[in-house]
């Protein structure tokens, strides 16, 4: 992430330090020296441990950590026993509950928030908020300053400091997560791939090799789309997927992005840029060429999902946390990164379009929030015994159907140089659709579009930045 993010929120959103209270909750304490991090060695962990406040006894508080698509379940892997084991060992020693459940719908998730907030009366202790939900209960001062509580030390390598810096918001740091989740890349059929002559593993031996390029991906496109009868009607495509996943991703293997932050640490629309106009006209000339299936009249959205289960078509662009939809396909499969653009030797051949931010609300007294970050920090905690740097694929091997696409792509893709942040969502206004969905019809092409949402996009982020100055100057004193 760029450093001049942080001058920009420092600059506009020390807002939410004075009108926390207009949310109707009590002051917070000022914020604590920080302590230092220490050595990331084995040997200075404790050291650094005992440097965070804790608590003896937290009198059998009950914490819960909602979000709108998973209940926590334990897996089968020693891993996952022996972090479900390390999780009840805590509870039993500190005298507490703690556990991540589904309490609202992604519809409803930013409405429940603020309602409860407000209301003093939130459902959930720690609320997961998708990061186009952040920017509106933020200005209103409905999150707590996490950076305030001495419980919790965000330069230790279990946070995902991308998270961390989005949300470092003039003093304050407002939201975190202990997860880096790889998001986007390309699911692709075992056996479909044989059958065109390509061997099944080769998408693996060129992304490792530096080789998985536009070109490439090109030629498979050709390959994987046939017209098995002649009669001139395509049988099998090459590709399905959701606009909102593949336009972004082809932009950010151009090292085009769709909104960025300037030197000025001011919000930008990068829409205009040549890299990005050529990697929309690149994105959509599979399209047009007739290798990318389209939506049939009728389907629903994600129809896509079932187009790769059930073989219609042979690859995906899609993200990592859909793979359960293709827990039952009979086929084998793997996945790789997307690929890049060959003459732009530094793409970022990796996107991160949206991280989850977990929040807590500002209606918390302070020593009980110093009690659930307390909690929270515990329940964050690696699990003993598992290296730290490993311990995150265990998950992804249960989910995965070979180990190439954990030990290869996932970690390719969680190296900080490969990661693209994406800007666009903390606007709240803005939208991905706005430009994605004509354009990945075939309704418009992407110049006739960049044209067309400019005006709308650049008023949006000019008004955005105008309120972060305002601001600024109205809580300066």
Partial sequence: MKANMKKLLAMGLTVVLTVGCLSGCGDKNDDPAKPDPGSKNEE????????????????????????????????????????????????????????????????????????????????????????????????????????????????????????????SIGNGIWGMNPEAEPRGGVFFNKRMLKEAGIEEDEPYDLQKSGKWTWTKFKEYCKKLTVDADGDGKTDQYALASFSKYYLPMCAANNNATFVDVNEEGKYENKSGTKEFLEAMNWGMSLYNEGYIKPKPDGAAWDWYKAAFRDGEVAMQVSEVYEISAFATMEDNWGFVMFPYNEKNKDATNCSTPNDNIIVMPSCYEPEEAEKIAFAYDLYTEPTPEFDLEEAWKEPYYEQFRDERAVDETLTMMREPERKQTSYLPMLGELDYGDFCYSVYAGATTPAKQIEKVSSQWNKVIDDMNKKYENFAASHSK
């Fill in 44 to 167: 200075n962990k404790e050291e650094q441990s005992s440097q965070k406040k804790t608590f003896d006894d937290l009198g059998g508080m009950t914490i819960s950590i909602g979000d709108w698509y998973t209940s926590e379940e334990v897996g089968e892997s020693e891993y996952a026993r022996a972090t479900e084991d390390y999780r009840q060992e805590i509870m039993d020693k500190y005298n507490f509950k703690i556990k991540r459940e589904t309490k609202f719908s992604y519809q409803d998730q930013q409405e429940k928030y603020v309602n409860g907030v407000m209301s003093k009366s939130p459902e959930c202790q720690l609320h997961y908020l998708y990061q186009e939900k952040v920017a509106a209960p933020l200005m209103k001062g409905l999150m707590y300053d996490l950076s305030t509580l001495p419980e919790l030390d965000f330069k230790e390598e279990k946070w995902n400091q991308t998270v961390v810096e989005l949300m």
